[in-house]
């Protein structure tokens, strides 16, 4: 069936899609090249194998727990046949997919301007909606992300409420714990999250940062905007792309996001967990979007005597350990440590919240974090 990419009510390009794959096969035409996403074009053309990453990367990702179960009761074989459900429309950006033969505007099917439904997200929580007109216009269809997770309207806001993985469920707690940092620190944006329980499990909550004016730009699609020289570390090659694209105070962004992450040993700031916020109108950078997804981190899934200061120090983006990542820091000296004093405190009373973290799991973890904090100390 043929589409158009749409950016907002901008024609970006013609394509086809087929029904079979629920895979781009062609694009027929490019109206405004300008507009098509980052990464993805080559000369003014695009890159089919990169349009298809990218598109098929707008879909709920095969490892999001409960899966299976919930594209029973919505009633689809795979989870990519949700895209085109919802016009491939997201929270996170304001590309979408416009049938050829469908009269649409931007302004009357949005989910920043317009209410949405809530039966997917609840499909995937588990908690199926009852009713007998289940609908699949949803956010919910295009948000990544391993975690349970869903867009609600609260308060007239858009909130994304997300769940942890046993057996500790510790993730949602690690997300107020970062939250609780930054602001300690009050250096950079970050995205505030709030800790609540349904039936005693944690979650987290946090209002949407993208407005219907920006959008966000992975730091994938950034990185991906030049090929990366063997030469030239990935950091490197990052900073390269950034500088190439006009991107303002991108060492003071990875200086403070490579702090924070060691002091917390964030496994997983892979390089689509952080980015560029740019305006969708005008296409101009704005700059790095607040910090946000800390939530695998303080050893979420290691036993309570696995859990040391040093121990499992994996990392990303830049460098499989924190070990060797934290030498592309190139300024500590906006970090005041006086700030963080009695921080291990604060972990303690957040993590002891839950049932699922026990007297010795939260000592090691606060434990642990107060001496990653010294150990950043004495490479200050």
């Not at 996001?257 to 952080?274: E, Q, T, V």
């Amino acid at each position: 069936m043929k589409y158009i990419l749409m950016h907002k009510d901008i024609h970006v390009c013609e394509i086809e899609i087929s029904d079979a794959s629920f895979s781009i096969e062609n694009v027929s035409k490019i109206y405004n090249p300008e507009h098509i996403p980052l990464g993805l074009s080559e000369n003014e053309k695009i890159n089919l194998r990169k349009f298809n990453k990218w598109y098929k990367g707008r879909s709920i990702p095969a490892s999001r727990q409960g899966l299976a179960n919930a594209l029973d009761v919505i009633g689809v074989t795979y989870q990519d046949e949700l895209i085109l459900k919802c016009y491939g429309l997201s929270l996170s950006d304001q590309y979408w997919f416009k049938p050829n033969d469908v009269n649409l505007q931007w302004k009357g099917i949005n989910f920043f301007d317009n209410d949405f439904s809530e039966d997917v997200g609840n499909a995937l929580f588990g908690t199926p909606t009852e009713n007998d007109s289940f609908s699949l216009m949803s956010p919910d269809n295009t948000t990544d992300g391993r975690l349970k997770k869903k867009w609600a309207i609260t308060d007239e806001k858009h909130c994304l409420i997300k769940s942890g993985s046993a057996p500790f469920f510790q993730e949602p707690l690690n997300e107020k714990i970062a939250s609780i940092l930054q602001s300690r620190l009050n250096y950079m944006p970050f995205v505030d999250y709030d800790l609540i329980f349904e039936d005693e499990q944690p979650l987290s909550v946090c209002e949407n940062f993208i407005t219907p004016q920006t959008e966000l730009i992975s730091a994938y699609s950034i990185y991906a905007t030049l090929p990366k020289e063997k030469n030239i570390s990935s950091y490197e090659h990052f900073k390269r792309c950034c500088e190439i694209q006009g991107i303002a105070n991108t060492e003071k962004f990875l200086n403070y996001m490579l702090a924070i992450d060691y002091i917390i040993a964030n496994s997983d700031r892979h390089f689509r967990n952080f980015g560029v916020i740019r305006n969708a109108n005008t296409l101009e950078w704005i700059g790095f979007a607040p910090l946000f997804d800390c939530g695998t981190s303080l050893w979420f899934n290691q036993i309570a005597k696995n859990i040391k200061p040093i121990k499992y120090d994996e990392s990303k983006p830049f460098a499989t350990s924190h070990a060797n990542q934290i030498g592309f820091i190139t300024d500590l000296t906006w970090l005041d440590f006086q700030k963080l004093n009695g921080f291990e405190n604060d972990c303690k009373k957040i993590l002891s919240s839950s049932k699922y973290i026990d007297e010795t799991r939260w000592e090691n973890i606060c434990y642990a974090i107060s001496k990653r904090i010294d150990m950043l100390k004495d490479l200050l």
